[in-house]
């Protein structure tokens, strides 16, 4: 069964629904149901030996890793609101141009690590924006960075060994799978506590097309009860878009893309410069 985690953001700029859901791995084709989110458990991480056991089979579950067909990932989407002429606040457009800017730089040496995790450079599929998600998360130490507002680029994040924290971490991610082809957004969230930031993957504006990557990854990763991603429905009558979590696995616990979402007020942060509240 699927149940529909749902969460409505209020936009102050566009009129846009935005919900999170979760796959039950158990039965995967099943109906949107059920409103709130789950709550995040920080520091809920899990051993590094049960993180290298999923990597071992592709299946993880006697199944042969060419048994799994891997599907595509859809092209990037078109964004609606992206000529509406919106004036966004000073500091959300500033932090819109840091990750554009962070994310966007150094493209050679991006290239350069895709193909040392891939093996590939070209024809990328959702295999391979998973084989990035246990490279990066099996290399990932993190740091604290007391200056939150300063954003290192992807390519001085690996250069450093794959050091940083968790705006650092999304600029990474973002940056490798947008070399691959792939679309992603940055999701900056707060809550009474502290903030958070991580990326998600579009994974396309067609149901059948994104429980089809969605069962790919829970056929992939056995120990997920539950894969989460999130929709976007841009206004009256426009396809739903898909949107799988890709966030860092040492702030969720889960060693595997769609862990549960970090729950807080959000803002997001799309590669043309769109904003969302």
Known sequence: MVHAKALKFISLIFLVSLTAGCMDTGSLKGILVDDGMNKLLPGGTLPEEEFEAEEVDLAGSGESAESIVSPGIPEVPTYFEERSGAVYPKEYRLLSLNFQRAIGSGEEKIGGEVFNITGKTSGYNMEDACNVFNYVNRNWQYRYDKKAEFFFG??????????????????????????????????????????????????????????????????????????????????????TQYWLNFDWSGSNGYRHPGGVYFQGGCIIYYPNGLIEF
């Open 154 to 239: 992807a390519s001085q994040t690996i250069d450093s060994g794959y050091i940083g924290d968790c705006d650092d971490y999304s600029i990474v991610m973002s940056a490798l799978l947008k070399n691959m082809g792939f679309n992603t957004r940055v999701v900056t969230a707060y809550n009474e506590s502290y903030g958070h930031a991580y990326p998600e993957l579009y994974i396309g504006d067609d149901r059948d097309t994104a429980y089809e990557i969605l069962d790919y990854v829970a056929e992939r990763y056995p120990s997920a009860e539950t894969i989460w991603y999130s929709e976007r429905v841009p206004g009256e009558g426009q396809e």
